[in-house]
């Protein structure tokens, strides 16, 4: 089955930037529907952004909207997370997470793949 790895999480500075990889192991993630979500302790998990099958499409929440991006690399077998403008509140365990029959809205999307998270925390 399929197996996801994010990196590139650690420790900045309110206003830094870091760029998140969720790196997939199956030649069929071409075709999955790729979304971020993050999990601070004591809170529920919040959604982050998503990306179509071909990238054609984005999607983020309201929270990350102008400060986050997310890309893929098909070739690669890689989604990506860049993050801009970090603030305090944006310190969370980062996860990716892959739904193979993804389409239309995200809001419709079921994950079967899950990530083991990296951790982001930023400073004040």
């Known amino acids: 089955q399929e197996q996801l790895v994010e990196s590139g999480g650690g420790l900045v500075q309110a206003g830094g930037s870091l760029r998140l990889s969720c790196a997939a192991s199956?030649?069929?993630?071409?075709?999955?529907?790729m979304s971020w979500f993050r999990q601070a302790p004591g809170k529920e998990r919040e959604f982050v952004a998503a990306?179509?099958?071909?990238?054609?499409?984005?999607w983020y929440g309201d929270s990350v909207k102008g400060r986050f991006t997310i890309s893929r690399d098909n070739a690669r077998k890689t989604v990506y997370l860049q993050m801009n403008s970090l603030k305090p509140e944006d310190t969370a365990a980062y996860y990716c997470?892959?739904?193979?029959?993804?389409?239309?809205?995200?809001?419709?999307?079921?994950?079967?793949?899950w990530g083991q998270g990296t951790q982001v925390t930023v400073s004040s």
């Open positions: 990306i179509s099958w071909s990238g054609g499409s984005t």
């Open positions: 199956q030649r069929a993630f071409s075709n999955y529907a």
């Open positions: 997470a892959a739904d193979p029959y993804g389409g239309g809205d995200p809001d419709t999307w079921q994950y079967d793949y």
